[in-house]
C-alpha cells in the first residue's frame, strides 16, 4: 500500500473526528443549557479503546435504582476522551453529546437479571493523519489517563441501529493496517512544556532496550516504525531501532552547546520499515553516546503494520481498510457465532454491521472509502467501565452574561464567592464563579483539559456578553497528570509545545484570552489579540485564598487611605552597560508623560555602595532603600534588571529575608518586575519569591505583573512600557484601567507592535484583573499662591519666604465638592535634584539621572466645605538655580480620597530682607512611647518618637545634605529622617517623626538627633537606652521609692516584656532572714519601666513592722523565665 493510497481516505476520516483542517473559520453555536441541568448523573471512566458493558451491578454501584429499571432508559454521554483542538477554528463538540447504546434485555424492555447495555470508545489516547510522517500517528493525552462518560435514567436513550446498505461488495479485503504506540511519560527536562520523556538510556543505566508488541497476526508486509528520542551531551549521539533484530531506523541528535541559551537537550524523529515475521514482535532501542556522560531519553515507539483479518485470543479487534473504493467484503478470521462487528466511525453512533458466519471466517460488507473504522468482538471479551461516583447538576450553559469569570479549583470556592460578592457590592459587576469541575464536565466531558477553560470564557464572548475579566482561583502545573511530588495542578494553564530549550519554553495565562474564531495560540505568524484581562491567583490551601481575598478586600476600604497612593518607586539593576537604569528611565518617563500626578522615587543600584562579602558582590544600602521606600507605601515598585524565583539583582537587594522587613499591610503596591523567571506559578518545586509577596497576610504586594520564564531585557523594556502606559494614561471619562484591562492592552500593543510574542507571553498578572490600582478618586485643585491665581500668573517662590496656598476638591468633571470635608496632605518639592552613579562594576559606566525628591515642606490641612489653606515658610536651604517645582496633594475622610498636583511654578533664591531667627527648634525624644525615660530599656526594634517644633518651620528640604534631620545611632550609623517627618495638623511649625528602628544588638546604645529649622538653626538631643537580648526574659534597675519611706513604698522595674504579662514575687526579709512580708502581683506594662508595686510596711500578719533596716526581692517571671533582684530600704 502507498502512502498516496492512504492519504486521501485518512484525510477525510480526520476531518470528521478532529475538525477543520484547512483552517477556514467554523462559527460555533451553544445550547441553551446543559444536559447536566436536571436529572440525576453519574460518572465512568475507561482507561482503553474497545466495547464495554454497562450491567446491574455497575448501576448499583453508581447509586442507580435499578428496580423495574427500564432498559431504554438509560442513557450515556460523553465525548469519549481525546484532548480538545487548542485552535479556535477546529470543530469540537457543545455540551455533552450522547453515546449510543446497544440493549441486551431479552427482549421485554427492562433491564434485569444479567441483562446489559453495551457502547463503544476511542479511549483516552487518539490516532490521526500526519502528512509529513508515515500515516498514523498517535496523540498521548497529555491531561488524562482515561475518558469520561456521564450515565443518566430518563426518556428513551440513544440505540445502536443496523446499517441499512445493501449495495454489493466489488472487493475483498483480508487485511488491515494495524498500529499501535508504546510511551511512557515520566520526566521533564526544564518542569516546562508539554513534552514528558520515558526510559533514559546511559552508561549507568545502560544503552539499550527492547520493547515487545503483539500483533493480531504475522505480518503481510513491510512493518513502519518511527520514535522521537532526545540526547544531552557534548558531541552528536544516535539511536538506532531494529524489529525482531532487523535494522529498521536510526536517527542522529547533535550535541548540546555550551551556550547559557542552549537547548537542555536535542531532540529527532525517524521512521524506517523492516520484513519481520510471526505475531510478536520486539522492537530493540539502541543508544550510541557521542561521549562517555552523554544521556538519551526515548519519547515513543509507533508500529503500523499490514496484518490478516484474524480476531486475536482476546476477542477484541479494532481495524480499517485503506485501499480501494466503494463496497468491500471483509472476511474475518477466528470468529465465533458470538462475534459483532460495529462500524465505528462515528465513535458516539456506531452501526452494527449484518455478518455472515462461514465455518471461522466472518463476513460482512462495508464501505472502504472514504476510511471507515470499524471492531470486531466478542460478548465475552467486553470491558467494564470504571464506576465514579454522582454529579451534582450543573448548567454553564444557562448563565447570563458575566463581567468578571472566576474559574476556581472547588477548593476554593467559598473565597471565590466571598470575592465575587465584594466585586458585585462594590463595584457593581456582574461576577460568575464556576469550578474547574464544572467547566471539564461540560466542555471537555469530564477531562481536565485546559482548552475546556478557553471555550467557556469563549462561549460568553461568542454570545456577546463580551466578558472583561478571567481569575484563575488556584495554583497551576507544568504536570497535568499528577506525577510530581506535593503537584499543585489546581487550575491548569497552558503548556507550549516547546519544553527543551528555556527560551521558547513557557506557560501562559494569555491562552484563554485568545476568542476570536480565527485565532490560533499555536501560531506565531497570525495576528492573537487578548479580549480579556487575565489574571491568577496561584494559591495552594484554603489558608493562601483566605489571605489573597483578604488583602484584595482590605486595599480597597478607606482604612488603606494614605498619600503611598500618590507614590511609584523605580529600582534599576546595575552593569550591563546601564541598559537597567535607561530601561528605569524610560519607564518614569512614560509614566510622568501620561500622568504627572505620581511622585517618583528612584533606587538604583549604582547609585550606591557596593560591599564584596564571601556570597558575592552585595548593595546592603539598595536593600534598606527598597525596604524603607516599601514601608512608607508606594503605589507601584517596579523592578528592570537581573533576577530569580528567589531574589533580585547579582547584589540580593531583595529576598525572602529582606522581605521580612516589609510592615506595609494598609499600603500595598503593585509588583512590577522585569526579569527572568521571578514567580513561575506552574512549577509545585518552587515556592517564589513572586509568589510569597503576594500571598504574605500582612505585608507585600497587592498583585504582580511578572515574568514565569526567562526573558530579554530588551523585550521586557518594550512590554513594562506598554503596561505601564496602559495603566496610568486616564481614559476618556477620566477613570483608570483596572489591572486586568491593562495588562490586556499593554500586551496587544506589544503583540500588534513588537516580533517577540514568546517573550511577551512570558509576562503575567497574579492578582485579581477586576482590581483598579489605588488611584485616588477626586481631584486636588491649587488655585493661589499668595493670592496670586496660578491660571493667570507664574510665581517663584524663594528661601525664607512665607507663603500661603489656597485650593479646592473637584469632582472628575471639575465640580468643586462643597460636601466634602476631610484632611489634607501636601509635599512641596523642590526643582529636581542631579545624581550621579557610581561606576561600581566594569560594565557600569558613571552616568547623571534626575530626581524630584528634595522636601521644602509637608504638613496637613483641613479641608472645610472643600476648601483648604497651606501655609508655611521656604527652607533656606534650596538648590541653585532657578527651576520647576511641584505641588504634590492626597487628601482623605472615612469614605473617599483624592489626589492632585500642581507644577506651574519655580523656586529659587533667598528672600532679601526676611525676618530674623537664631533659634534652633525644640526637640523632645522617645522610645516605644511617651512614658520613655532616659537609660529605659526597649527590644531590639524600638519605635524612634521625635516631636519637633519651631516658629519658623522645620528644615527636611534634604538639598543641602549637612541640614538633614538624621538620628545618629551610636555615633556611626546615620539615618536621615527628612522623609519621616510630618507636620501636626493646619501647622507648619511643629510635627513628629516615628521611625522604626530595627535589629539592635543587646546592650547599651545612645542615640542622637540633630534637627534644624528653615533659618538653618540647629538643636541636638541624645538619649541613652538598653536592649535586652531577643528571646530572653531582662530586667535591670530594680529600685523602692521613696526610700527611707514611712507610709508606702513602691517597687519599680526595668523589663524588655512590653505588651506582655508579668508576674511579680514580693519577698520582704528582716535583717535576721526572716521572710516577713510575701506578696504576688500579675502585672502588664505597656512600656519597659514598670511603675509600680505599693507596699505600705505591714507584714503577712497585717501588723506595722517595726522600724528598722529591711531587705527585699523581686522575682519576674514572664513565659517560663524569670529574673530575681532585690535591695535594701528603710522603714521609720
Known sequence: MKPSNIFPALLLFFLYHCGSATGQTVPRTYKDHSVLASGHWYKLSVAAPGIYKIDLPLLQQLGVDTRQLPSGSVR???????????????????????????????????????????????GPHRWQWDPLKPGFVHQYNLYSDVATYFLTIGDNGARITQDSNTQPAGNKTYAFDFHTFYERDSLNFLSSGKQWWGQEFGKVIGNSRSYSFSLPGPPVGLVTVAFRAAARGATGSNFKVSLNQAAAASAYLLPVGSSVFESYATAAYASGTATVGGDVLTAGVDFQPGDLNARGWLDYLELTAPCPLRIPAGGVLDFRSTAGTGRTQYLLANATAQTQVWQVTDPLKPLAMPTALQADTLVFTGDAGPLREYIAFNTAAVMRPLPGGPVINQDLHGQPGADLLIVTHETFLAEAERLAAWRRSRDGLRVAVVTTIQVFNEFASGTPDPTAIRDYVKMHYDRGAHPKYLLLFGAASYDYRQRVKNNTNLVPSWQSDASLDAIHSHVSDDFFGLLDDAEDITRTDIPNLLDVGIGRLPVRNVSEARTAVDKIIRYQQPRSFGPWRNRITLVADDEDDNLHLQDAEIMGNTIAKNNHLPNIRKIYVDAYPQENTSAGARSPEVTKAVNNSVNAGALVLNYSGHGSSNRLAEETVMDVNSVQDWKNEQQLPLLITATCDFAPFDDPGINSLGAQLLLQQQSGAIALMTTTRAVFANSNRIMNGNYLEAAFTPQADGSMRSLGAAIRDGKNKTYATSGDVINNRKFQLLGDPSLTLAFPQWQVITDSINGRKVTTETDTLKGLQHCIIKGHIADAQGNVLRDYSGTLNTVIYDQPATHRTRGNDPRSQPADFQVQENILFKGTQTVSRGEFTVAFTVPADLLPGKGKSKISYYTSNTTADGGGYFDGFFTGGLLPGAPADITGPDVKVWLDSKAFVNGDMTGPSPLLMIDLADSSGINVSGSNPAHSLVAILDSSEYLILNDYFDASLDSYREGQVRFQLSGLPAGAHRITIKAWDTYNNSTVKTI??????????????????????????????????????????????????????????????????????????????????????????????SNGQTRALGGKMVLF
Open 1024 to 1117: 541613652a537606652f538598653k536592649v535586652a537580648a531577643p528571646g530572653t526574659l531582662a530586667v535591670d534597675e530594680v529600685v523602692n521609692y521613696p526610700n527611707p519611706f514611712h507610709d508606702v513604698t513602691r517597687f519599680s522595674f526595668l523589663h524588655n516584656q512590653q505588651g506582655q504579662q508579668l508576674q511579680v514575687d514580693l519577698q520582704v526579709f528582716a535583717t535576721d532572714g526572716k521572710l516577713v512580708k510575701k506578696m504576688r502581683s500579675t502585672i502588664f506594662s505597656g512600656t519597659s519601666r514598670f511603675d509600680g508595686i505599693p507596699w505600705d510596711g505591714r507584714g503577712d500578719s497585717g501588723a506595722r513592722l517595726p522600724a528598722g533596716i529591711y531587705f527585699y526581692r523581686l522575682i519576674i517571671g
Open 76 to 122: 450515556l454521554f460523553g465525548t469519549g476522551g481525546g484532548m480538545l483542538p487548542e485552535p479556535n477554528n477546529q470543530l469540537r463538540y457543545d455540551d455533552l453529546p450522547e453515546v449510543a447504546l446497544q440493549v441486551q434485555d431479552g427482549g421485554d424492555g427492562q433491564l434485569d437479571g444479567n441483562d446489559y447495555l453495551l457502547f463503544y470508545t476511542p
